[in-house]
């Protein structure tokens, strides 16, 4: 780069120097004398030219030529600054312009170690130019001080005041200098200046008044008249130029005219650096310069500078009609475009001078306080005024004053004098200047915005309501302000919201004239910052786009280009809209608890509150609308390094926002409260329901006083109440109706798939999911209701009216539930009945009194009916927690005593203490003497309670052990009555697991001697067998090939591995621990040993199974063995049950399958049925498909002798259908559904009438507690029918394709024909049983009987099969009494 600058330079060299010959080239080695004689030379021009060369080629400065050309060139440029040229005025003479160019060129020097010596003389060079020179060069030239003491910092302080001196000087003679260079003489006579109508007419002007200006010096020092240096040195600045002829003949060659470019007009005559406003503005920074680098001129500057800086700031320019009307001539001949475009020159070069001179007085705030401080109010209204009087245009003057401004802000002994200024700066266009919204001074607004907050936070104490007013208008307008082309900064707005709130509790103290005012101001800016919480809502999306990243982390994409990162734009918003809410909950209580001063209130008829009230309320609920979008935006995450910490953030935030805006509500009245949050609880709903966190609200409204909490409480509970239904969830696939499937509709079905039904999908537009999370939700805010009675008990009386309303529903939802229990209803009553519970509340024990008979049957009937562990233990929870006096469960202790007994043997702690706790709370208060009667009175309840709590007498650290010892204790030595009666053993398993097999064996020489045959019994582990392929069997099966996918990895070398399997023994032994992979390890033996197990056991059945096929056993060998087996039924049952689960095993399917296709004709039928029901109670919902598949490959169609034991299969299964309990009523449905599925309908037509009765008495014995039983029972029953006589009518008609209720009416206009062609139609027998049920009491019995004879009797055989029964019918109408039968079925 060097290289290629040293030769362009010298190129130009070569070109400018060609025409001449006195001049030699410059090449090769830069030989810089040719250069350095043009510039010494007697041509100015040719010395112009040079200089203009130089600076063109300046680049050589960067080259390694730089110090060879300081060495040749730098004295030369400072003998033409100092002694081959003179200051000119004018603009366009070769002097100035050959002045400029050096100076030029020495401000183009790099700031080096090279141009370190020589600075010094730079400097004095440059100041003589500054003090010396007109405008444009001084400022050059001071710009060259600035730089060079800038970069070498340890100058020589020989120059340093000399400057200060001038700068002094300069700020003295200002006022002479505003007063001439803003005359209309100064105005006019810098115009322009006619060309010369020759080149070589005589010397110049410029010349002349340089020489002119020679000779007034020569003659001061000779003695001339002494005037002031000011007034010389302005009068000299503003002296005309004059023409004068000189014998000096210009000099004009081709090669100057060449390089020179085109000849301009000068613009204007140039002042004087000492009356220069361009000059004055370059000052204050490099004193300032020069006293951080000597301190030494600090006190001995300072004081005199202060005072004329003072009255430099209180100058002011004329006005420009004052201009014209002074001099006296006419102002349309006058004021030419030249001479007004001059004046605004100078007019804004001025003010720049001031706002810097203002900048440095504010550098001296801190260490020149006591000097400043007289200046207090002169310098507030000076700084008002040059805000008042900048040029719009002048955005960087502006600026300075503005952050000048902030400065004294600041400074707490200063600030007092804006006190007076208030109402000026609080005007925009004086702060900004006219236009500020449509033009550049649109940048200057976040700063002068922020200058006005500070003024606003230092002064809102001692400002007036109008003064306030203003505020509030100002910072609202620049919350809500809309500008493409310059949007105002997220940090500009965040200080509008604190300015706002920081002038909220003056608003609420203040007391004026008017009542009212503070109250319109506060309800302004409530409106202000909710509309602004909705503009962000608004324009959250387009502030921020959610993009994937490689790490699926939320990108927050900034779109405003004043923000620093796009993680600050986000985290600004987020600090927006927190500040909002936070401050919003002060704001809302001013306004809530405003009083109006009645003893400074003048108006007499207050505006009336109503209007205002209503206009409050709407602001509010548009509030509560739009806080919980909002918030929203707080829990949006901002990458950072620990994610789990910024999402935990991000909810405490989230959660602590809404605790504020909940506290906004705390003090309002009950028409207030009902006139916000009832109005709007449907957003709080849903919110909770989107979020569980939103529950913060409800919480702390709840929790914060009586009054608050006792209003919330009645809106929560209206509004919860009436939407009790919702806490029950339906699923997607919830049987609204029976539907057959497409398969079951074509014709073209196999008799295999015949009678198959399917669900029909609720129609609802809510999914799942949605329900879910809304029952949730609405359990949350019953709970968090019902808990605040422990903290305020006068929230008692709003429980108390819905309280028997909210049991009844409850109670009634939970047991109306189809796919799920306990449910949402069912965990209400627990919060209502421990809520209530702890004796304070007598009034609620009276409301619920008439409901504790039904609550108590219906649960207890509900325990008896269910062998679910979970609906068991909430039945018995809710029966000893039901809220009543003693005294009121004195009548139903006899029940409650049978709940207790399971309550005590159950495996959860929660219930072994409440049962324990109960009891004790029994024998503490009644007395001995009734409460062991009712006790004894039941057969086996007494030693079923003593066997119960003598499970729980173990020592610590079991945690029960001691209350129950307790106790008995109590008991008063009743407990020992149970040893004189016999305890019911029943027939436990544990007692059964040794009875399967018994081996009996003797010596083959000792059978002809039974006397001395001795009998040797074995045992076989049977019942342990099966429960080990139990485990196995309900166990979720690994993924297929995951043991296959793992190795070991084992490293052979260095920098080499080898993956082996586990089978490779030998060379795994010999790795160390570190190379083995124990995780895969551990899966391959688990695996492996899962499969030896299974193994075993299956042995074990299969040598039971036998013994039991073959009936005894040989052996060959000398000492052979005879088997006699006594087998039990338990041991029968037993060995199906086992290979039943291990059909369900992938490694002992096949072998357990044939098995029992062996041996279930060596099996009872009962005992068979018996084995499959339990089996398939065992199995979960998520396996059934599987153990069912597995028993239908069993029961295949085969030889009559397999068929008979189907057909006897399927009579135990019907018995077992109402003789077991519910949960084996339900395996043995789905066995027996799989049995009709695998044979046809044409075999289950040979036990058509087993099979219907066998589905009366599944839906007669489901237990109407239990609602799902009866769905499940229905489902059987139609099951049946349709495997009975098939599904073909069910592609008639869309609405028959439904479950319905309707009555059978049968007429001669409506009556259906037989249609033979649609199925087997049901037998006599078959529709007598019907009719019979027909009359039943049962509803669900008269459903199906009405269900099977509309779509089954009379689609087939016509009105004529009832007409036929019409005496069975008539009889079974009318044969009974309705007083005889049972209330319940006397009112159904």
């Not at 060079?125 to 400022?139: Q, S």
């Not at 067998?1025 to 690994?1038: F, G």
Request: proline content about 5%; overall charge neutral.
């Amino acid at each position: 780069v060097h290289s290629k600058a040293t030769a362009l330079f010298a190129s130009r060299m070569a070109m400018a120097s060609s025409p001449k010959p006195k001049s030699a080239p410059l090449a090769g080695s830069m030989n810089w004398d040719p250069l350095q004689k043009r510039l010494l030379g007697d041509d100015l021009e040719d010395a112009l030219a040079a200089a203009t060369e130089l600076r063109q080629g300046i680049e050589i400065v960067h080259s390694t030529e730089f110090p060879l050309m300081l060495s040749a060139l730098l004295p030369s440029l400072s003998t033409v600054l100092t002694n081959r040229t003179r200051p000119s005025p004018d603009t366009s003479s070769t002097q100035h312009r050959l002045r400029n160019a050096v100076l030029d060129i020495i401000s183009k020097f790099p700031l080096n170690e090279v141009l370190r010596p020589h600075a010094p003389h730079l400097v004095a060079v440059a100041r003589d130019a500054l003090t010396r020179d007109f405008e444009d060069n001084a400022v050059v030239a001071s710009r060259i001080i600035f730089d060079l003491y800038k970069v070498y910092r340890n100058l020589p302080t020989d120059d340093v005041q000399p400057y200060m001196d001038f700068v002094v000087e300069m700020y003295r003679s200002l006022q002479i200098a505003v007063t001439q260079n803003f005359s209309f003489e100064s105005l006019s006579s810098a115009q322009p200046p006619a060309l010369p109508s020759s080149a070589s007419s005589g010397e110049s002007s410029n010349q002349q008044l340089a020489k002119e200006s020679a000779g007034n010096e020569q003659k001061a020092q000779e003695g001339a008249p002494p005037e002031k240096k000011s007034e010389v040195a302005a009068k000299d600045a503003f002296t005309p130029p004059r023409k004068e002829s000189s014998n000096h003949s210009t000099t004009s060659t081709s090669s100057v005219a060449s390089l020179e470019t085109t000849q301009t007009p000068p613009k204007r005559v140039t002042l004087r650096s000492n009356a220069s406003f361009r000059v004055l503005t370059e000052c204050p920074l490099i004193v300032m310069l020069m006293f951080q680098l000597y301190p030494k001129f600090v006190k001995t500057n300072i004081p005199g500078m202060i005072g004329t800086m003072m009255n430099a700031l209180a100058l002011r320019p004329p006005r420009l009609d004052s201009l014209v009307s002074g001099s006296g001539t006419s102002s349309k001949i006058s004021l030419t475009p030249s001479i007004k475009r001059l004046y605004y020159d100078r007019y804004r070069e001025l003010i720049a001078a001031q706002a810097k001179t203002l900048s440095f007085l504010t550098y001296l705030l801190r260490g020149f306080s006591s000097d400043l401080k007289p200046y207090e109010e002169k310098i507030a209204a000076n700084v008002v005024a040059l805000m008042a009087n900048c040029p719009r245009e002048s955005v960087s003057t502006r600026k300075e004053l503005l952050v000048a401004t902030r400065h004294l802000l600041t400074a707490q002994e200063f600030r007092g004098g804006f006190i007076s200024h208030i109402d000026a700066l609080l005007d925009e266009r004086v702060l900004m200047g006219s236009q500020h919204r449509f033009s550049d001074q649109t940048l200057l607004r976040p700063l002068a915005y922020l200058t006005l907050s500070d003024l606003v936070s230092h002064f809102r104490t001692k400002m007036s309501m109008t003064q306030i007013s203003r505020v509030v208008l100002i910072f609202s307008r620049v919350l809500h302000e809309i500008s493409p082309s310059f949007p105002m900064p997220i940090s500009t707005q965040y200080g509008a919201v604190r300015t706002l709130f920081s002038v909220v509790d003056i608003i609420h103290r203040a007391k004026e004239a008017s009542p009212s005012s503070g109250r319109r101001i506060l309800v302004r800016i409530l409106k202000t910052l909710v509309d602004k919480l909705y503009a962000i809502v608004d324009s959250f999306p387009s502030i921020v786009e959610p993009t994937t990243g490689n790490d699926g982390v939320l990108d927050v994409v900034a779109k405003q280009s004043n923000l620093t990162s796009h993680n600050d734009s986000i985290r600004e918003v987020q600090s927006m809209v927190r500040a909002i809410v936070v401050n919003l909950k002060t704001v809302i209580n001013f306004i809530s608890s405003y009083r109006a001063n009645v003893e400074n209130a003048k108006e007499q008829f207050p505006p009336s509150p109503a209007t205002s009230t209503t206009h409050e309320m709407d602001i509010l609920e548009r509030y509560i609308q739009i806080i919980f979008p909002a918030a929203k935006i707080l829990k949006e995450r901002i990458p950072s390094h620990d994610e789990g910490l910024s999402e935990k953030a991000a909810s405490e935030q989230y959660r602590d926002t809404l605790t504020y805006f909940a506290a906004s509500f705390q003090r309002f009245d009950r028409a207030s409260l009902r006139r916000t949050l009832g109005r709007n609880l449907d957003f709080l709903v849903d919110a909770v329901i989107e979020d569980p966190a939103a529950m913060a609200i409800p919480r702390h409204l709840l929790s914060c006083n009586q009054s608050t909490s006792f209003e919330v409480s009645c809106i929560l509970l209206k509004y919860l109440v009436g939407r009790m239904e919702e806490l029950s969830v339906r699923r997607d696939d919830d049987s609204i109706a029976f539907v057959f499937s497409s398969a079951e509709l074509d014709e073209s079905t196999n008799s295999t798939n015949e009678g198959k039904l399917d669900l029909a999908v609720a129609s609802t537009d809510e999914s799942f999911e949605f329900r879910t999370k809304r029952s949730g939700a609405l359990l949350l805010l019953f709970e968090r209701v019902l808990k605040s009675l422990a903290v305020f008990q006068n929230n008692e009386y709003i429980v108390r009216k819905f309280l028997r309303r909210m049991v009844v529903l409850a109670f009634r939802s939970a047991m109306e539930n189809t796919w799920s229990w306990p449910d949402s209803n069912c965990m209400l009553l627990r919060y209502v009945f421990r809520s209530i519970s702890a004796g304070k509340f007598e009034e609620s024990y009276k409301e619920l009194l008439p409901l504790i008979p039904s609550v108590l049957n219906g649960l207890y009937r509900v325990l008896c009916a269910s062998s679910d562990t979970v609906i068991s233990h909430t039945a018995i929870e809710l029966c000893l927690t039901i809220p009543a006096r003693l005294s009121s469960l004195l009548p139903h202790l006899n029940l409650l005593l049978r709940i207790i007994i399971p309550a005590l043997d159950s495996d959860s702690g929660d219930l072994v203490n409440l049962g324990l706790r109960t009891l004790e709370f029994w024998v503490d208060n009644l007395n001995q003497q009734f409460l062991y009667p009712e006790i004894s009175k039941q057969a086996n309840l007494l030693s079923s309670l003593t066997q119960s709590l003598s499970r729980h007498l173990r020592p610590a650290p079991y945690p029960y052990g001691l209350l129950t010892l307790r106790l008995l204790g109590k008991l008063g030595g009743k407990n020992r009555q149970v040893l004189r009666d016999s305890f019911a053993l029943g027939n436990h398993p544990s007692c059964e697991e040794h009875l399967p097999l018994f081996a009996k064996c003797t010596w083959k020489e000792e059978q002809n001697s039974p006397s001395n045959a001795e009998v040797l019994k074995l045992p076989l582990p049977l019942h342990q067998s099966v429960s080990l392929l139990e485990r196995l069997a309900l166990v979720d099966p690994p993924v297929e090939g995951q043991i296959a996918q793992h190795f070991y990895t084992v490293a052979i070398s260095a920098g080499e591995t080898k993956k082996l399997s586990w089978a490779d023994s030998t060379q795994l032994w010999d790795c160390s621990l570190e190379e083995v992979d124990f995780e895969a390890y551990s899966l391959d033996v688990m695996s492996k040993t899962k499969s030896s197990q299974a193994s075993a056991a299956l042995n074990v059945i299969y040598a039971v199974s036998k013994q039991i096929i073959e009936g005894k056993g040989k052996s060959s060998g000398e000492n052979e063995l005879s088997f006699s087996v006594s087998l039990t039924r338990v041991a029968q049952k037993k060995v199906f049950e086992g290979l039943l689960f291990a059909a369900c095993i992938d490694d002992t399917k096949e072998g357990a399958v044939q098995k029992l296709k062996t041996f279930k004709s060596c099996v009872r039928a009962d005992v068979a049925a018996d084995a499959s029901s339990e089996f398939l109670c065992k199995v979960p919902d998520s396996k059934a498909d599987r153990a069912l598949s597995a028993m239908t490959e069993i029961f295949d169609k085969a030889d009559n002798a397999t068929s008979n034991f189907n057909s006897l299969l399927l009579r135990s299964l019907c018995g077992c259908c109402s003789t077991h309990s519910w949960g084996k009523q339900i395996a043995a449905m789905k066995v027996l559904v799989s049995l009709m599925e695998t044979h046809g309908m044409k075999w289950c037509r040979y036990h058509e009438n087993d099979l219907v009765i066998a589905a009366y008495l599944s839906v007669k014995t489901a237990p109407r507690e239990i609602s799902l039983a009866a769905a499940k029972a229905s489902e059987f029953f139609l099951r049946v029918c349709v495997l009975l006589y098939g599904a073909k009518w069910a592609n008639k008609d869309d609405s028959d394709r439904k479950i319905l209720d309707p009555l059978c009416t049968i007429n001669e206009g409506n009556q259906p024909k037989a249609e033979t062609d649609l199925g087997d139609t049901p037998g006599e027998e078959t529709i007598r049983i019907v009719l019979q049920e027909l009359v039943s009491p049962n509803q669900l019995v008269k459903f199906c009987s009405r269900f099977f004879i509309k779509h089954f009797v009379l689609p087939s055989r016509g009105a004529s099969a009832l007409s036929d029964q019409a005496s069975t019918i008539r009889r079974l109408l009318f044969s009974r009494h309705l007083r005889l039968l049972p209330l319940p079925h006397q009112v159904g």
